[in-house]
Each structure stands twice: as structure tokens, then as C-alpha cells.
């Protein structure tokens, strides 16, 4: 199957079986979206849910969380995982805002970068389901769920990954791709074991042929 087949065989059953498929993290604007992320990294979007709502209402813009202590943010995020050091990012980052972007989120990715605790997956999570940006964040689901499908071949990096499927996924496709491949990695093509019985798009998937050719072997 020609690389190109295999994209849009994937595209077709996505949007069919998940035509809207959206970040599972809450939030209402930018800012929130920004400190979500943040808090996700090794952690899930579940737990996040828990603790923002009250730390949206303590600070709900840079401002005030850049007038926060790491203290009394830390207590507000303590059940998500490395607590100390995102304590630390997140006034950083509110406080950078504050200082260089008049406490708005910036749009363009590289600026986003120049945040404390903002690496080029965070930014283009902002840029793609805020600003509407036709990039791809890869994440550990996306890059784990991409080499397996066969969407990518031995990428060794996560922006080598990023950058093949932003050249095969359509423009107007790549943002819900996004998150189609991370639900898929969470909730089917999971890490240890792969639930490749419910999986409506094994007949275009490399890791089950193999698997499927080891067992009839």
C-alpha cells in the first residue's frame, strides 16, 4: 500500500467513526489551554480536570498567576505529577507573558517557546486547537501510534515525526488528526497492549501485519 492510501484510509474511518474529536483537557480560552497543557506533561487529562477549575478561579488570567508564589500555586496543583518544577514553570510563564506579550498567550510558535516550561509539542498544541494553525503537536500517543500504523518509518525524534505528518495529512486535516491519533493511542493502540481486536483500522496497520504474519508463521 502506497503511503499516500494509507493517510487517507486512515482520514476516511476517522471521520467517519470520530468526526469531532477535541482535546479531552477543559478550558475556555488560551490561557487556560496553555496551563493544561502544563500540567498534562506525564500526568493525565483527567487529573488535570480536577485541579484546574480551582486554580482557574484563584488566577484566571497571567497576570495573576505571575503575582502568585510558587508556594501557593503548588498547593493548587500538588496531585499532578512533578508539582515542584510546574509550579515553577507556570509562574515563569505567566510572568513572561506579563513582561514581553502584554499577558496574552502569543500566536506564533516560536514565541510560545520562549516561555519557561513551554517546549514545541506545548506550543503547537496552542497554535493548532486555538489559533487554528495547521501544525502537529506530537506527543508520546501520536509518535508511538504513528511508527506502528506505518505513517511514519524509524522516526528517531518527535519533530521528525512531526514533520512527515504534517506533509501527508491534508492542511485542513492535520489539527483533528491530532487527536485522533492521541485518542487512538489511548484508548486502543495503547503502549504495553494494544487492543488491535478493536481496532477498525488494523487492515492498514503495519505492527498487526507483522504480528499477524509471526502467528500464522
Known amino acids: 500500500m502506497r503511503i499516500q492510501e494509507k493517510y487517507d484510509r486512515l482520514i476516511a474511518y476517522f471521520e467517519r ?17 496553555l496551563v493544561a497543557v502544563m ?21 484566571p488570567d497571567a497576570a495573576s498567576l505571575a ?10 496543583i500538588k496531585s499532578v505529577s512533578y508539582p515542584n518544577s510546574k509550579s515553577r514553570h507556570l509562574k515563569g510563564m505567566a510572568e513572561r507573558l506579563v513582561a514581553d506579550y502584554g499577558g496574552e498567550v502569543p500566536e506564533d510558535v516560536e ?48 519533530l521528525q515525526t512531526e514533520l512527515v505528518l504534517e506533509k501527508h495529512f491534508p492542511a485542513d486535516k492535520v489539527g483533528v488528526a491530532h487527536h485522533w491519533l492521541i485518542l487512538h493511542g489511548r484508548y486502543v493502540c495503547t503502549a504495553r497492549t494494544p487492543h488491535c481486536g478493536e481496532c477498525g483500522i488494523r487492515d492498514i496497520c503495519r505492527y498487526y501485519g507483522r504480528r499477524k504474519s509471526r502467528v500464522e508463521d
Open 17 to 33: 467513526e470520530m468526526p469531532r474529536a477535541k482535546s479531552e483537557l477543559h478550558y475556555g480560552n488560551a490561557f487556560e489551554l
Open 39 to 59: 500540567l498534562s506533561a506525564q500526568c493525565t487529562d483527567k487529573r488535570v480536570n480536577m485541579v484546574t477549575p480551582a486554580l482557574f478561579a484563584a488566577y
Open 67 to 76: 503575582a502568585a508564589s510558587v508556594e501557593d500555586i503548588y498547593g493548587y
Open 111 to 158: 514565541q510560545m517557546q520562549t516561555l519557561p516550561g513551554v517546549g514545541r509539542k506545548t506550543a503547537n498544541v496552542i497554535a493548532s486547537v486555538v489559533f487554528n494553525q495547521s501544525v502537529m503537536p506530537v506527543d508520546t500517543h501520536v509518535f508511538r501510534v504513528s511508527e506502528r500504523i506505518g505513517l511514519t518509518t524509524g522516526s528517531k525524534t518527535p
